[in-house]
């Protein structure tokens, strides 16, 4: 897609933000000072960052980003139940010493601890750009009238890779250092519809340039006292990033018809005090004078350090109570993080420095909800691909030859892209928006975002020597994944904001040994796409929601054990009785929103049931128990979880009984009880 201006005053507005800090102070001294080797290192000089907050002894990921919704919500008048959308963008999932959650999702958390009940919630990865992804996922929505408020929620707590860096750096040249610069913070925005004209995004632009996803990478150590290791290439991701952030820059702003010039204040992301003043040389070089000054930078990094994902926000806030940033301003953001991902957002400041200063309240009020409908142009499912696990495993015998034998996640999404864009007749360069819905994956990798590296591994390439761009970002809901990756590509799709999206899933699940219940499978799928330029075939509407509150005591989470990673999941077979009793529910709700009778729906594609309880729901459902689709058994006869969608779907558009013109009812359910359905027309 090309940049283009939005319309001034037509997208979305910052009503409120929320910052949480945790009460320690860490200073560089001390870091350095608690490393096993004794380092050389001018820290402090090099980074400009002189301390910064660490969390771990009473808070985590998920208690600092629901202090900085309550915070947010605190000085606003939209409610926390008149919330439409609630997207989590952490990195962080650590939710307690040595355990990271992965089911459910960090938004089914926050949804019922703050009580968001009719928000639509998923959680949004994409290294440090996350929450500027999921502002610009909301955003967009709120351009096209879908939805009127969106709170994007982060929680950081990320200092821990510090702590397990200071056992393993080895000298000044480790690429463990980036680890040192690290602070916690949770940080939250509350969007909603810039009616009045005063302020709000002009625009927001992302991009993905998958090419030099090895140059930061996090994920679990392999020595004995485990924890999780941040590895980075810090001069070359420099170097990248700012090349690749700068031309972003100048794109858009040539695009709009303007100039750093036009632009009061300038924030970028939060990594050192010598990374943003090459930002400002190369900015002044690519523009041929002297646009921007580091007087009108905003540097945060004395006193937080780099938290990650929460940057931006948490530089806003600081910045309006200080007085740096006042009403009126306009402000230039530049996102920058690993996978490459590069952004610009162009804002302009309603009275929000003023009621941050004086801890005043907002006073917009929600927009009432729309009234769902059948959309009038339908977004298809130009193809489907599937991954044979044995068969991509296979093609890359000396992966397969690795400990934990089989496909890889990487694998996986190769083989279903492949056989997907060869279906649809489309290059890979085609391809506008790749979103990633896996849960599990090989080597439990934390960042880059999976779909970054699948962009990058894959001829997927959004650079400034790319003919085309491309937005790769990770979506994760458990086993509702794929739907709503599908919904949210469709609502982009539709709003104008790409072309052509394809939705991949793999699941790589390495259990601890001796686990109950059925695993899930090895596989994967992607699924291509497209507005349907005939208005024919295609999702007509979406629906989901929460049935009840998740049990505490079950999900899945990651593991250590004497340097050694594992899923420790509880019985995936539990729930699956509650998704057999909430389930009618919902898809009568969808049918009810859109004025479709239960008679005129031909299928419907469950999620993954245990044949139990699928026969049992067959029996006791009127009108659509007996239409209830029989999914082909899983190539290992297990859980096809983020796939049970693409492959039910395939099946009955192809010789499954169903002829072009007649509606199914496609359902997917996540351990977090949540339920989603949509409409879709063969």
Known sequence: MSIQAAPAGAGSVI???????????????????????????????TTGIVSRRVAGDVEYALDLATRAAEDCVSRSSIGLGDVDLLISASISRVDSPQRSTYEPSAATHLRHRLGCERAWAFDVTNACAGQFTGIYIADALIRAGEIGSALIVSGEYISHLMRTAQLEIADELDARIACLTLGDAGAAVLLTRADDGSGGFDHIGIRTVGRYHTLCVAGPTDRPHGGVIMKTDMMGLAAAGIREMV?????????????????????????????????????????????????????????????????????????????????????????????????????????????LARGARSSRTAPPPR???????????????????????????????????????????????????????????????????????????????????????????????????????????????????????????????????????????????????????????????????????????FHSRSVATPAPDRGAWVMQDGGHSFIRATDR????????????????????????????????????????VARRLRDTWPVLGP?????????????????????????????????????????????GMEIGAALYRI
């Open 371 to 541: 009234r769902p409908a059948s959309w009038r142009h339908p977004v298809r499912a130009v193809a489907i691909g599937l991954a044979d696990p044995t068969a991509a495993a296979a093609a890359h015998p000396a992966a397969a030859a690795q400990p934990g034998a089989g496909a890889t996640t990487l694998q996986l999404i190769g083989a279903a892209t492949g056989d997907c864009l060869r279906r649809a007749g489309v290059r890979a360069s085609g391809v506008d928006l790749l979103i990633h819905v896996g849960v599990y994956r090989t080597g439990m990798i934390a960042e880059p975002a999976i779909a970054a590296i699948a962009a990058g591994e894959l001829g997927f390439d959004g650079s400034t020597a790319a003919t085309g761009e491309i937005l790769a970002f990770d979506v994760a809901n458990g086993a509702l994944g794929m739907l709503d990756g599908c919904r949210i590509a469709a609502e982009l799709i539709r709003a104008g904001k790409a072309d052509t999206a394809v939705v991949v899933a793999s699941e790589v699940e390495q259990r601890e040994p001796g686990a109950v219940g059925p695993a899930v499978a090895r596989c994967g799928s992607a699924v291509l796409l497209r507005l349907d330029p005939d208005r024919a075939s295609g999702f007509l509407g």
């Open 627 to 671: 239409r209830l689709t029989t999914l082909p058994p899983a190539w290992d006869g297990t859980d096809l979880f983020t796939s049970a969608l693409p492959i039910g779907l395939r099946a009955v558009s192809a010789g499954g009984g169903v002829s072009p013109g007649e509606l199914v009812v496609v359902v997917g359910a996540s351990t």
């Open 247 to 355: 031309a972003h820059t100048q794109q858009t702003l040539g695009a709009m018809g303007l100039s750093p010039t036009d632009f009061d204040r300038f924030i970028p992301h939060q990594t050192s005090t010598l990374a943003i003043q090459a930002a400002v040389r190369r900015t002044n070089k690519v523009f041929g004078g002297v646009v921007l000054d580091e007087r009108d930078v905003i540097n945060n990094l004395p006193r937080r350090g780099n938290t990650a994902t929460t940057t931006h926000t948490v530089a806003l806030r600081d910045a309006s109570l200080d007085g740096r940033i006042r009403t009126g301003d306009r402000v230039l953001f530049e996102v920058a993080a690993s996978g490459v991902n590069v952004g610009t957002a162009a804002y302009r400041l309603d009275g929000l420095p003023d009621r």
């Open 15 to 45: 009503d409120s933000i929320g910052v949480a800090l945790p009460d320690r102070v860490m200073t560089t001294r001390e870091v350095l000072d608690g490393c096993r080797s004794r380092l050389a290192l001018p820290l402090e000089q």
């Open 573 to 612: 077979t539990e729930p699956a009785a509650a998704y057999a009793e909430h389930l009618p529910v919902v898809v009568a709700e969808l049918l009810d929103r859109l004025r479709v009778r239960p008679d005129a729906i031909r299928a419907v594609v469950p999620p993954w049931l245990p044949p139990p």
